[in-house]
């Protein structure tokens, strides 16, 4: 069945460190990829996604790359913020025989640190 | 103006007893899912309702039975609360079933003694 893989954390980062998550995916069709962000005590949000393969998704600085060759979608950001702590969710989504439900990975805390 | 909210957002219980958490959206949305997500932060979806009716339902016990009164709600009955069932479970809305933006609440953290 269709999976997602993330980066074991939790990974702390200094102040205006370049951050990347890095996500794998196993899906028997096309799926769509997404990046979903939980701030502590909130639910999930949609931070970024990518549709098919080449396109990259950008939000708030962070960005991800659709790798079909590398079935990969890491999440990168140049510069992070404290603000940025949060566990960040991989996931898909195959629209393929009627079936749209989201599969996630497990997470990965980020902890910014001044 | 909360877009989809839960109640409670906590909830301690004995074994064997019966609980339910509630789910509201106020977007309009025609779907709803119910996701859990354990002690590892592996969150998977359980339910899914579009108009009111169930569309997807994964492997999950009998003891947890969805309830949707109307589309802007809905509701997670589960009898005889067992340890396992201690996990943070996540309501979450999306426009019809084919679109990949959801929109999630902010958590239920049940804790089953």
């Known amino acids: 069945g269709d999976s997602v893989t993330q980066m074991e954390g939790p990974v702390t980062l200094s102040e205006e460190a370049f951050l990347t998550i890095n996500c794998t995916y196993t899906a028997t069709g096309y799926p769509s990829l997404f990046w979903y962000v939980q701030y502590p005590g909130e639910g999930l949000q949609l931070l970024l996604k990518a549709t098919k393969a080449d396109d990259k998704g950008s939000n708030k600085g962070f960005e991800a790359t659709y790798r079909k060759e590398t079935t990969s979608f890491h999440l990168e950001k140049g510069s992070v913020q404290v603000s940025d702590s949060a566990v960040y969710f991989c996931a898909l989504q195959y629209s393929g025989a009627g079936s749209y439900q989201l599969t996630f990975g497990k997470g990965t805390k980020l902890s910014v640190i001044p | 103006d909360t877009a989809v909210s839960q109640t409670p957002k906590y909830l301690v219980t004995q074994m064997g007893n019966d609980k339910s958490i509630k789910c509201e959206q106020n977007l309009g949305h025609d779907t709803m899912y119910w996701y859990k997500q354990d002690s590892k932060k592996f969150l998977k979806i359980m339910f899914s309702?579009?108009?009111?009716?169930?569309?997807i339902n994964e492997t999950v016990p009998n003891r947890f039975s969805p309830k949707s009164p109307d589309k802007a709600h809905l509701n997670l009955h589960i009898n005889s609360l067992e340890l396992g069932d201690s996990a943070v479970y996540f309501c979450?809305?999306?426009?019809?079933?084919?679109?990949?933006?959801?929109?999630f609440g902010p958590g239920t953290r049940l804790l089953v003694l």
């Open positions: 979450a809305s999306s426009q019809d079933p084919t679109q990949e933006t959801q929109y």
């Open positions: 309702y579009n108009n009111k009716e169930l569309i």
